[in-house]
């Protein structure tokens, strides 16, 4: 995902929006591989945007690239209604990538 925009560091990029689902949907969609876009939530629970329009859902992980020397540029967090949003950390040029942590848990899985 890339801005058109100048985004300034603690600035809200973006929200994440998606189904909030049961374990036993998080189970099968896990076992089918279609678990790409969860988000663990602070109350226990499991977010999916993949069948969501969320442009959230796009920024890509700094870590995915570390031979390019990119870093993140970006943190999951929650905003001001504690929605789960994308945050700048930094102040981010236009055509810039927007990057931000997955965590270890999404690398150990999918490396």
Do not use: H
Not at 21 to 27: A, D, I, S
């Amino acid at each position: 995902m890339f801005t058109a925009i100048t985004i300034y560091p603690n600035e809200i990029i973006s929200i994440f929006k998606g189904e909030i689902l049961t374990e036993k949907e998080v189970q099968k969609r896990s076992a089918e591989g279609n678990d790409r876009y969860f988000i663990n939530m602070l109350d226990g629970s499991t977010m999916d945007s993949m069948y969501i329009d969320c442009f959230a859902k796009y920024a890509n992980d700094a870590q995915a690239f570390t031979k390019t020397g990119l870093k993140n540029n970006a943190k999951i967090s929650l905003d001001d209604d504690d929605n789960v949003c994308l945050m700048a950390t930094r102040k981010i040029n236009p055509m810039e990538e927007i990057f931000c942590s997955y965590g270890a848990i999404y690398w150990k899985k999918y490396i």
